[in-house]
């Protein structure tokens, strides 16, 4: 299953960033990059800090400048993630998304609770749009 999520990351990868899978894999392969080689490398497409993230997801998801964000730092670890796979009421599904996005989609779902079943948009960078 890992193995299968990994070649649909490097499909999105390489499509989204129109490369061959070939220099998706290349690039990939479990390296992490810093900000100006990821641009060099095609990777992003622009660089900035959290300030500018932000007001782009509001942007591209159509929500205000004004729209609320709320950063949400309390992650559980990969051990604990495992751990909640194998506890009652732990969703698998909810860690392998945990494991994927990096942040705790336990939140999310915590959060959309409290927001009468809106979905929250998880963004990579642990920030929940409201």
Same mark, same amino acid.
């Given at each position: 299953?890992?193995?299968?999520?990994?070649?649909?990351?490097?499909?999105?990868?390489?499509?989204?960033?129109?490369?061959?899978?070939?220099?998706?894999?290349?690039?990939?392969?479990?390296?992490?990059?810093?900000?100006?080689?990821?641009?060099?490398?095609?990777? #992003?497409?622009?660089?900035?800090?959290?300030?500018?993230?932000?007001?782009?997801?509001?942007?591209?998801?159509?929500?205000?400048?004004?729209?609320?964000?709320?950063?949400?730092?309390?992650?559980?670890?990969?051990?604990?993630? #495992?751990?909640?796979?194998?506890?009652?009421?732990?969703?698998?599904?909810?860690?392998?998304?945990?494991?994927?996005?990096?942040?705790?989609?336990?939140?999310?779902?915590?959060?959309?609770?409290?927001?009468?079943?809106?979905?929250?948009? #998880?963004?990579?960078?642990?920030?929940?749009?409201?």
């Amino acid at each position: 299953m890992i193995d299968e999520v990994y070649e649909e990351f490097l499909r999105k990868v390489s499509e989204g960033r129109k490369m061959s899978p070939k220099m998706a894999q290349r690039v990939a392969s479990g390296r992490v990059w810093t900000g100006e080689d990821a641009y060099r490398l095609g990777l #992003v497409d622009k660089l900035g800090g959290i300030a500018d993230a932000i007001a782009e997801a509001k942007a591209i998801s159509g929500l205000p400048p004004e729209a609320k964000a709320v950063e949400v730092r309390g992650q559980t670890s990969i051990r604990d993630q #495992v751990r909640g796979l194998f506890a009652s009421g732990g969703g698998a599904r909810d860690v392998l998304l945990s494991l994927l996005v990096g942040a705790d989609v336990g939140v999310a779902r915590a959060m959309e609770a409290e927001l009468s079943g809106r979905p929250a948009l #998880v963004d990579p960078a642990l920030l929940f749009f409201l």
